[in-house]
């Protein structure tokens, strides 16, 4: 994890917690920043409220992680002093690429990650957003009229009016 920590190692720290009787274990925000140019790597100031930091995923615990096995960021062997964000982003980026690639061309991997969006259509709507970020402007408000308006789902539609609501039970 190269100093950042990952979820796997969170949840040996909460294993090992409760193991010494402690009830709960509490962090930072894990959401995710910009960690590009210009960096913003504070928790408080997420691009999202709804997915998790990248920066923490434990890759080898992925469902086909051993086909890249040797381009998976190794943990060094001693704990960084200081964390430079954006390198172990970048080698982290390059190890998701390259597992996205294997995710593609795998078809079982690929029917796993499909199944996986359609039962979780938050992560894709994310992904989308994250990519018009990169290609267009992190700032959505200068995206093309099309990509600014966010599809209405069951989630996001308005809700009714307490007067419109049917009455319960």
Do not use: K
Not at 9 to 27: I, K, M, N, P, Y
């Amino acid at each position: 994890d190269l100093g950042v920590g990952d979820f796997s190692a969170l949840r040996e720290l909460a294993d090992a917690v409760h193991q010494l009787g402690g009830d709960f274990v509490a962090t930072l925000p894990v959401l995710p920043v910009y960690l590009d140019a210009p960096i913003d790597i504070s928790p408080f100031t997420p691009i999202s409220r709804t997915a998790w930091n990248e920066l923490h995923v434990d890759l080898s615990l992925a469902p086909g992680a051993e086909a890249i096995a040797d381009v998976v960021i190794d943990t060094p062997a001693t704990t960084p002093r200081l964390v430079d964000y954006p390198q172990v982003a970048r080698q982290l980026r390059a190890s998701l690429a390259t597992y996205a690639r294997v995710v593609r061309d795998h078809p079982a991997l690929r029917g796993e990650l499909d199944r996986f969006l359609v039962s979780n259509p938050d992560i894709a709507r994310y992904a989308r957003f994250r990519s018009l970020g990169e290609t267009l402007s992190r700032d959505w408000r200068r995206w093309p009229a099309p990509w600014r308006r966010r599809p209405r789902t069951p989630r996001t539609r308005p809700r009714p009016r307490p007067e419109t609501r049917p009455p319960p039970g």
